[in-house]
């Protein structure tokens, strides 16, 4: 694909302006953190906007020729990675510490593609089909391939797109999705709620002649989030946060200002790392009901979290209970918290389980957190855990985005050091990790390589 090379070469040749350095892609990959375990964290943690609502939006810009303007944006690789495919597509984007305002080019001419380097790299960039599916009547997206967390194909969003009149062929490793005739409303079942085929449809249908429903949808937060910003480009939607959501289909749709929800899952890890070691702190411009599931089972458990408004105030009283979870979706206990709240429980005296329903395959942390002294057994889907006393330092390896929190919660417990290799997964998705944990009393450094 004449395309690939092009991108790629943007991806490479651009430095990745981010809170670690101006450094090329090559060496970042080297970084590591390193952690003196023990200290109780206190004080106040601004929590930032939300990664997983930052990027679908930032993908609606493409449903507008007209300006756009997107504040409490987190400084993420994620949201760097967006920003640079935008900009291959054809829009004009500018990032100033929080806010980035997405222009079109002179041209008014985007491309098509979602070349494998960046699908593999962020497989949020399917949501690029939605829009340009919408606008151009054709996209080409790289098959994303598996990851850290699972096999994690396409074929729910595929499925939507045919029912609303899409064809679709898959050649040498790309999907071919085109709608020579058009598209045109139709009902919509997901077999599974899937966040991202929600929003990708959503991304489509409102600029679909007619009316689309979707059933057995997606009720995260971030779908909310996002229906709110498509409403204030012109669309007609409704039902969102809810299993069926209505979409009338309008001709054409128009720039916005909107302020990103904040991070339901970085103020979770931050939680569980008051409760981890021990400490009290206090976490500012959250929205708690997007935490319910968590904090009701860490209230049960024994944490004192009292709710005030946009701030949560967390204070370990006294040793917690072990609490079993199950992973669903929203509002379910998120599969995201898994990994960190496993780290929890291994400290935890007594035995709990985990069920993850969500993912196949997202259990990455344990062979790393058994190297701290845990002791977890895993049988299909279900993990088991016997608390153990301590936890001792130690080296270990990032897999995934919410593995590598675990990790980090882990060093923050345990006696001595730790290393944390690989942690340019946790850039993906932690805004500023080592300065916020750092100003709650860790003693937490990143090593640039
Ligand atoms: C979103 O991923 C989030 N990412 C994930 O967060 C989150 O874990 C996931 O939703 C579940 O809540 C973003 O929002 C950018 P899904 P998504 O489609 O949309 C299967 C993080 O750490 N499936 O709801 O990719 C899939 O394999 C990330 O921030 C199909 O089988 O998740 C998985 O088992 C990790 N076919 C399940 O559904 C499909 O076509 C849930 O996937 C699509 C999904």
């Given at each position: 694909?004449?395309?690939?090379?092009l991108?790629?070469?943007?991806?490479?040749?651009?430095?990745?302006?981010?809170?670690?350095?101006?450094?090329?892609?090559?060496?970042?990959?080297?970084?590591?953190?390193?952690?003196?375990?023990?200290?109780?964290?206190?004080?106040?943690?601004?929590?930032?906007?939300?990664?997983?609502?930052?990027?679908?939006?930032?993908?609606?810009?493409?449903?507008?020729?007209?300006?756009?303007k997107?504040?409490?944006?987190?400084?993420?690789?994620?949201i760097?990675?967006?920003?640079?495919?935008?900009?291959?597509?054809?829009?004009?984007?500018?990032?100033?510490?929080?806010?980035?305002?997405?222009?079109?080019?002179?041209?008014?001419?985007?491309?098509?593609?979602?070349?494998?380097?960046?699908?593999?790299?962020?497989?949020?960039?399917?949501?690029?089909?939605?829009?340009?599916?919408?606008?151009?009547?054709k996209?080409?997206v790289?098959?994303?391939?598996?990851?850290?967390?699972?096999?994690?194909?396409?074929?729910?969003?595929?499925?939507?797109?045919?029912?609303?009149?899409?064809?679709?062929?898959?050649?040498?490793?790309?999907?071919?999705?085109?709608?020579?005739?058009?598209?045109?409303?139709?009902?919509?079942?997901l077999?599974?709620?899937?966040?991202?085929?929600?929003?990708?449809?959503?991304?489509?249908?409102?600029?679909?002649?007619?009316?689309?429903?979707?059933?057995?949808?997606a009720?995260?937060?971030?779908i909310?989030?996002?229906?709110?910003?498509?409403?204030?480009?012109?669309?007609?939607?409704?039902?969102?946060?809810?299993?069926?959501?209505?979409?009338?289909?309008?001709?054409?749709?128009?720039?916005?200002?909107h302020?990103?929800?904040?991070?339901?899952?970085?103020?979770?890890?931050?939680?569980?790392?008051?409760?981890?070691?021990?400490?009290?702190?206090?976490?500012?411009?959250?929205?708690?009901?997007?935490?319910?599931?968590?904090?009701?089972?860490?209230?049960?458990?024994g944490?004192?979290?009292?709710?005030?408004?946009?701030?949560?105030?967390?204070?370990?009283?006294?040793?917690?209970?072990?609490?079993?979870?199950?992973?669903?979706?929203?509002?379910?206990?998120?599969?995201?918290?898994q990994?960190?709240?496993?780290?929890?429980m291994?400290?935890?005296?007594?035995?709990?389980?985990?069920?993850?329903?969500?993912?196949?395959?997202?259990?990455?942390?344990?062979?790393?957190?058994?190297?701290?002294?845990?002791?977890?057994?895993?049988?299909?889907?279900?993990?088991?855990i016997?608390?153990?006393?301590?936890?001792?330092?130690?080296?270990?390896?990032?897999?995934?985005?919410?593995?590598?929190?675990?990790?980090?919660?882990?060093?923050?417990?345990?006696?001595?050091?730790?290393?944390?290799?690989?942690?340019?997964?946790?850039?993906?998705?932690?805004d500023?990790?080592?300065?916020?944990?750092?100003?709650?009393?860790?003693?937490?450094?990143?090593?640039?390589?």
């Amino acid at each position: 694909m004449k395309f690939c090379g092009l991108f790629i070469r943007v991806l490479r040749d651009s430095n990745f302006e981010c809170d670690r350095s101006k450094k090329g892609l090559s060496n970042y990959k080297m970084d590591k953190i390193v952690i003196r375990g023990g200290n109780k964290l206190s004080g106040e943690v601004v929590i930032s906007g939300s990664k997983n609502s930052a990027l679908p939006i930032l993908f609606a810009t493409l449903l507008t020729d007209e300006p756009a303007k997107i504040n409490n944006v987190p400084s993420l690789d994620d949201i760097n990675t967006t920003l640079l495919f935008l900009n291959f597509i054809g829009k004009k984007t500018v990032k100033k510490k929080n806010t980035v305002e997405v222009y079109s080019s002179e041209s008014r001419l985007y491309k098509y593609i979602a070349p494998y380097d960046l699908v593999r790299k962020m497989r949020a960039s399917i949501l690029i089909m939605g829009p340009l599916l919408a606008r151009l009547k054709k996209v080409y997206v790289s098959l994303p391939g598996g990851c850290a967390i699972g096999a994690r194909p396409i074929d729910i969003h595929l499925e939507a797109f045919e029912k609303l009149g899409a064809e679709i062929s898959v050649e040498s490793g790309y999907v071919r999705t085109f709608a020579k005739g058009g598209l045109k409303g139709t009902t919509i079942n997901l077999r599974f709620p899937s966040v991202g085929a929600t929003e990708n449809v959503l991304l489509t249908a409102v600029l679909v002649e007619g009316k689309t429903i979707i059933t057995n949808a997606a009720c995260e937060p971030e779908i909310e989030d996002l229906a709110i910003v498509l409403n204030k480009m012109g669309a007609k939607v409704t039902g969102a946060g809810t299993k069926n959501i209505v979409i009338e289909g309008v001709r054409e749709l128009h720039g916005f200002e909107h302020n990103i929800i904040p991070d339901r899952i970085e103020a979770a890890t931050y939680i569980i790392a008051a409760a981890i070691t021990k400490g009290e702190i206090v976490l500012k411009e959250v929205i708690p009901q997007h935490l319910k599931s968590i904090n009701d089972k860490l209230k049960k458990s024994g944490l004192y979290i009292k709710e005030l408004g946009n701030k949560i105030y967390v204070k370990w009283i006294k040793d917690l209970e072990p609490q079993n979870i199950k992973t669903g979706v929203y509002p379910e206990f998120p599969t995201d918290v898994q990994a960190q709240w496993m780290t929890l429980m291994c400290l935890i005296k007594g035995e709990s389980s985990i069920k993850e329903n969500v993912f196949e395959n997202r259990f990455l942390h344990v062979a790393e957190l058994r190297r701290f002294g845990a002791d977890i057994s895993v049988n299909g889907r279900v993990v088991n855990i016997k608390g153990v006393e301590k936890f001792s330092g130690a080296s270990v390896i990032v897999s995934d985005l919410r593995a590598g929190a675990a990790l980090i919660l882990a060093g923050l417990a345990a006696r001595g050091t730790t290393t944390v290799s690989r942690v340019y997964h946790l850039d993906r998705g932690y805004d500023m990790l080592e300065k916020k944990l750092k100003e709650l009393g860790a003693d937490i450094r990143r090593v640039f390589s």
